[in-house]
């Protein structure tokens, strides 16, 4: 059961591991917003490849799924980047249940963007959890862990491509284990340290910018390739300029900046040539790429060519 990219290595490597892939079971596409056809289902296109069974319910703990469910008599259901939460009534439809590759350290980052909340929150380290499902979501006993180091300038996407591999094998054993009838080492999470990560939203995106320039650093790490990171700049004429900031970078030399650094987080401290700073709660914030709503992204001078941007201008 999957629907997304980061489950895609893990569906091939079970195809090639000689266990038996009854169907896939998938979500039905649906437009996204501002798309008129949905986005492409990766893990379709495998199974299609591979010529194995497509089965894409609304629900997948309605009863017409669990009729088709229950006629597959499968061992166990595989579930990864699936967009659903199964029922206990569903889970009982499979013999030994389901498995769910999730991708942070259980307990910690329980919920659908687990890989986006440990950028943000500047975590250095992440891995893989296999565990046994039950109805309460990421909750289950854990099978294996597999941890990896956070590259300190790496992004959601770069890494989430990264732990997909990372987890190939974590569910391979997984299944062994079930197979041997040794799930007795699943160790029990403790939900006194379980952290939330909870589904991006847009809003999510906005910046604080008396946080530091390191949190925004981390930020637009973090909410590639959506909801991405933006502010607004308020002109003088016309309505504020939604400013989306795709590459940026902490100051760590202010010795070149002659601007007053004890403004207001927000300030824009120097804007020309090449250059973009803006004072934060703490360090400073260089801009080095960005993009104005409603056009192409651009180096920081290019913009300034097109935009001249006042010293001491308030960002937010």
Same mark, same amino acid.
């Given at each position: 059961m999957g629907t997304g990219p980061f489950a895609v290595p893990t569906f091939e490597s079970l195809i090639d591991s000689g266990h038996q892939i009854l169907a896939l079971v998938t979500r039905p596409d649906r437009p996204t917003y501002h798309? @008129? !056809?949905s986005p492409i289902n990766p893990m379709r296109a495998v199974a299609k490849s591979h010529s194995i069974d497509v089965? @894409? +319910?609304? %629900?997948?703990? %309605?009863? @017409?799924?669990? %009729? #088709?469910l229950q006629f597959q /008599?499968?061992?166990l259901f595989a579930v990864c980047d699936y967009g659903q939460i199964l029922s206990q009534n569903t889970l009982g439809l499979a013999r030994l249940g389901g498995i769910n590759l999730h991708a942070s350290l259980l307990p910690t980052y329980r919920?659908?963007?687990? *890989?986006? #909340?440990? &950028?943000?929150?500047? @975590? $250095?380290e992440t891995g893989v959890s296999v565990i046994h499902m039950t109805q309460q979501l990421d909750a289950g006993p854990v099978l294996i862990q597999r941890r &990896?180091? &956070?590259?300190?300038?790496?992004?959601?996407?770069?890494?989430? %491509?990264?732990?997909? *591999?990372?987890?190939?094998?974590?569910?391979?054993?997984?299944?062994k284990q079930l197979r041997h009838g040794v799930s007795s080492r699943a160790v029990l999470q403790d939900s006194r340290s379980a952290t939330k990560a909870p589904r991006l939203k847009k809003e999510d995106g906005l910046i604080i910018w008396s946080r530091s320039a390191?949190?925004?650093?981390?930020?637009?790490?973090?909410?590639? +390739? #959506?909801? !991405? $990171?933006?502010?607004? #700049? /308020?002109r003088p004429v016309g309505e504020p300029m939604r400013l989306i900031l795709e590459r940026v970078k902490v100051v760590e030399d202010r010795a070149d900046i002659a601007a007053n650094t004890t403004s207001s987080p927000g300030t824009v401290l120097l804007a020309q040539a090449n250059d973009i700073?803006?004072?934060?709660?703490?360090?400073?914030?260089? &801009?080095?790429?960005?993009? +104005?709503?409603? /056009?192409r992204t651009m180096l920081a001078g290019e913009f300034l060519r097109g935009h001249p941007l006042p010293t001491g201008t308030l960002l937010g």
């Amino acid at each position: 059961m999957g629907t997304g990219p980061f489950a895609v290595p893990t569906f091939e490597s079970l195809i090639d591991s000689g266990h038996q892939i009854l169907a896939l079971v998938t979500r039905p596409d649906r437009p996204t917003y501002h798309r @008129e !056809k949905s986005p492409i289902n990766p893990m379709r296109a495998v199974a299609k490849s591979h010529s194995i069974d497509v089965f @894409e +319910p609304e %629900s997948v703990n %309605s009863l @017409e799924a669990h %009729s #088709w469910l229950q006629f597959q /008599k499968a061992d166990l259901f595989a579930v990864c980047d699936y967009g659903q939460i199964l029922s206990q009534n569903t889970l009982g439809l499979a013999r030994l249940g389901g498995i769910n590759l999730h991708a942070s350290l259980l307990p910690t980052y329980r919920g659908a963007a687990p *890989i986006n #909340w440990a &950028i943000f929150h500047g @975590e $250095t380290e992440t891995g893989v959890s296999v565990i046994h499902m039950t109805q309460q979501l990421d909750a289950g006993p854990v099978l294996i862990q597999r941890r &990896i180091a &956070i590259d300190p300038r790496e992004t959601a996407p770069e890494l989430e %491509s990264r732990l997909a *591999i990372l987890g190939m094998n974590a569910v391979l054993e997984a299944i062994k284990q079930l197979r041997h009838g040794v799930s007795s080492r699943a160790v029990l999470q403790d939900s006194r340290s379980a952290t939330k990560a909870p589904r991006l939203k847009k809003e999510d995106g906005l910046i604080i910018w008396s946080r530091s320039a390191t949190a925004i650093f981390n930020q637009v790490r973090a909410f590639q +390739p #959506w909801p !991405k $990171t933006y502010t607004f #700049w /308020k002109r003088p004429v016309g309505e504020p300029m939604r400013l989306i900031l795709e590459r940026v970078k902490v100051v760590e030399d202010r010795a070149d900046i002659a601007a007053n650094t004890t403004s207001s987080p927000g300030t824009v401290l120097l804007a020309q040539a090449n250059d973009i700073i803006v004072a934060c709660g703490e360090q400073l914030l260089r &801009i080095e790429q960005l993009q +104005p709503a409603g /056009k192409r992204t651009m180096l920081a001078g290019e913009f300034l060519r097109g935009h001249p941007l006042p010293t001491g201008t308030l960002l937010g």
